[in-house]
């Protein structure tokens, strides 16, 4: 029985649709559920009633009323190669909610136990991976990078087995939705076409609902999830992030981030960057994120040409030329941002060269890429950037902003902090090997503001030391 005042309003459209796009599941209960945090400001943003949000509904323990508990099919290209059913394997969708401005927002469970695509896994998480995505996710929130964010994070007063015996821990992430990339490649793999058409007019109904109506529905799609995708990721490099896995089981259809596994944010400005142990050859690095975008939404075009045009030849020049104007798109975005971060607010043809030349000359010497930006913004004149510097000047003289206007742009988009890679370490080693998360709390706080400089923060903003050991990321699977 639903209560009249429930404490989490759950309406959850993804499970009343058909049984072959999920699977009815519970989460496993665990031993000893205690909080580690919960994320009030969020909660009251959702409708939910912070005080209901105890260590047995962080962990699935208990499920409130309302909710419909399931695991989402789907597929994926993990590393280029297809995976025709993954799902979720260690995530449970709780339920829906419509929030306050509202915005149709999920509420998930990470690393509550197996469910039927768990594919012999445990099902379950550690208490390194739950602070990072915690950590991270709420830091590219308050960075204003689209991204699923963080409500709860529990450990479970239980083991899991890595390479070692770790502090298990349950995270409940909020998402716009978790539909992927690899969730229309899985019904196009199957030739399901009904549920095909279903999922096309659910995403549209709930991510792109101007888009209701038109004459090609799976066109506009397409054209939509393209300029989300090619924001997103410009997004990411403007702040010098790298996803690390940027599989189409990791692509999401509503434009956020999602699934912070083995991510990281660049100290020393290089664009072939790669923090991930399994990116052998830097599929994922730095400079080659748009270009995968590319290829996952072409892997997108691919589920939909049966709906592009009844002609298969047809449908498929139309995904093509699609496609192929996805490097248009984003280098339009791209460059409006990186004009932004050198406090330029006209356009001129020459500014595309201006700001290559810029990075360039970041990374013959292996500049820092936050402190630069942020060095510039403060009216400093960054010793990477000497010979360079004359040409900005020129190009700022003809631009209708005073020096005062510049600056303030310049410190709008050009963070002071960043969830440094170092320090991020630093703040789950002491939370699993002395179980002290003040660190945590302490880093989650300073990031909350990156745009303003805080006292007594200054730690935050340095770059790893000479003597730090190559960093390394790992998908915490």
């Known amino acids: 029985m639903t209560e009249a005042h429930p404490a989490i309003p759950f309406d959850n459209s993804y499970a009343r649709l058909p049984g072959s796009m999920h699977v009815g599941v519970s989460p496993t209960p665990v031993s000893a559920p205690r909080l580690i945090k919960v994320n009030e400001p969020l909660a009251r943003e959702l409708g939910v009633n912070p005080a209901a949000l105890t260590p047995e509904v962080a962990v699935g ?19 280029g190669n297809f995976v025709p059913q993954l799902g979720d394997g260690r995530a449970i969708l709780l339920g829906e909610v419509v929030d306050r401005d509202g915005r149709r927002r999920d509420i998930q469970l990470k ?33 204003g990078i689209p991204t699923t964010r963080a409500l709860m994070a529990a450990t479970t007063g239980e083991r899991v087995y890595r390479d070692e015996v770790l502090p298990g821990a349950v995270l409940t992430r909020v998402a716009a939705s978790h539909i992927r990339v690899g969730t229309f490649q899985f ?18 109904d709930r991510h792109y609902p101007e888009l209701k109506g038109v004459e090609n529905p799976a066109l506009a799609l397409l054209d939509a999830v393209m300029e989300r995708q090619a924001s997103l990721v410009s997004r ?4 010098g992030f790298i996803h690390g896995v940027m599989n189409t089981d990791n692509s999401s259809i509503s434009g956020e981030t999602i699934d912070y596994g083995p991510c990281a944010f660049m100290d020393a400005y290089d664009p072939g960057t790669v923090f991930s142990s399994i990116d052998t050859y830097g599929r994922y690095a730095y400079a080659n994120q748009a270009p995968i975008a590319q290829w996952n939404l ?15 030849e047809e449908a498929i020049r ?50 820092d890429f936050t402190l630069t930006f942020r060095t510039l913004s403060n009216g400093g ?97």
Request: hydrophobic share 40%; with cysteine.
């Open 187 to 204: 019904f196009a793999a199957r030739k399901d076409h009904e549920a095909l058409r279903l999922l096309i007019d659910h995403v549209i």
């Open 318 to 367: 139309i995904a093509t030329e699609r496609i192929e104007g996805f490097p248009a798109i984003y280098t339009q975005h791209w460059l409006a941002g990186f004009r932004r971060k050198i406090g330029l607010v006209s356009e001129e043809d020459g500014d595309l060269d201006l700001i290559q030349a810029m990075l360039d000359a970041m990374q013959l010497v292996r500049a």
């Open 381 to 477: 004149e960054p010793e990477a950037l000497t010979d360079w510097l004359p040409a900005w000047r020129e190009r700022q003289a003809r631009d209708p902003q005073t020096v005062a206007e510049r600056q303030r742009l310049m410190r709008s988009v050009n963070p002071a902090y960043i969830p440094r890679n170092h320090r991020v370490e630093a703040m789950i080693r002491a939370a699993v090997e002395t179980q002290n998360t003040a660190p945590f709390e302490e880093m989650l706080q300073v990031l909350m503001n990156p745009y303003e400089e805080q006292a007594g923060a200054e730690a935050y903003a340095e770059p790893p030391g000479e003597n730090e050991p190559p960093y390394r990321t790992f998908c915490g699977t």
């Open 61 to 79: 323990n208990q499920l409130l009323p309302g909710s419909t508990p399931i695991a989402q099919a789907y597929a994926g290209h993990q590393f």
């Open 236 to 239: 990411w490099v403007q702040v």
């Open 111 to 143: 690393g509550s136990g197996r469910t039927p695509f768990s594919r012999g896994g445990d099902g379950r998480a550690a208490l390194g991976p739950v602070l990072r995505e915690y950590l991270v996710s709420e830091a590219m929130n308050a960075l």
């Open 298 to 312: 072409a892997r997108l075009a691919e589920t939909l040409l049966s709906f592009l045009n009844e002609n298969r």
